[in-house]
């Protein structure tokens, strides 16, 4: 399982540096993160790649929290296996939860979960109260996940100390893009008005 936990993890990250990527663009306008986003989905939303890209997240997100379970169990857990462990975990139920409501409004209401749709949640009191801290811990336990996984992979090149510095390095980046796609989201640096279809 560990084999096709880390295969299907490649391929949800490269989908996951997209989509950041895509909120990031925001910062330029929400009409560029718009036409990224039409011109992604062109993409990830073919009938034959969406289906695979829903089993690859599915996959990740069950094997992942299982996996959790099969390491607790373990008497000796290294610190970076702790650190893959609750990561994933974290990870894993965001992205249940995030692809799923994704699909789901995609399938039962007529709402393109654009901009607006992201931005609504962390602007519009209560759901901010989740939203913000939901939306930060799904980055950040990412970063966290593909730091300890790089920091384990490479350190047997490089020695410990300088895969710990790569390690705080994508931490730091991941906090970073997480802060300023809130920053973006919350109307920090422009104005956002949401269309009233997206209000509640």
Excluded at 36 to 55: K, V
Excluded at 67 to 90: E, N, P, R, V
Excluded at 125 to 138: A, E, M, S, T, V
Aim: proline residues 4%.
């Amino acid at each position: 399982m560990k084999n096709l936990h880390r295969i299907s993890g490649i391929i949800v990250s490269l989908f996951i540096a997209v989509h950041l990527s895509n909120h990031l663009i925001a910062w330029f306008g929400i009409e560029n993160h718009q036409r990224f986003l039409d011109a992604a989905r062109t993409i990830y939303q073919h009938p034959l790649i969406e289906p695979f890209l829903l089993f690859c997240f599915a996959f990740q997100s069950i094997s992942g929290i299982i996996l959790f379970f099969k390491l607790k169990k373990s008497a000796h857990t290294s610190t970076t296996d702790k650190i893959q462990m609750y990561s994933g975990l974290i990870l894993g139920a965001f992205l249940l939860q995030h692809i799923s409501v994704s699909v789901g409004q995609r399938i039962f209401t007529d709402l393109d979960t654009n901009f607006y749709f992201a931005a609504n949640v962390v602007l519009e009191w209560p759901l901010k109260l989740y939203f913000i801290p939901y939306y930060f811990l799904g980055v950040i336990s990412l970063g966290f996940h593909i730091a300890n996984t790089h920091c384990i992979k490479i350190s047997p090149y490089i020695g410990m100390t300088k895969a710990k510095v790569h390690f705080y390095i994508i931490i730091t980046a991941f906090i970073a893009v997480a802060i300023i796609i809130l920053y973006l989201l919350t109307g920090g640096h422009y104005p956002i008005e949401i269309p009233e279809q997206y209000k509640n």
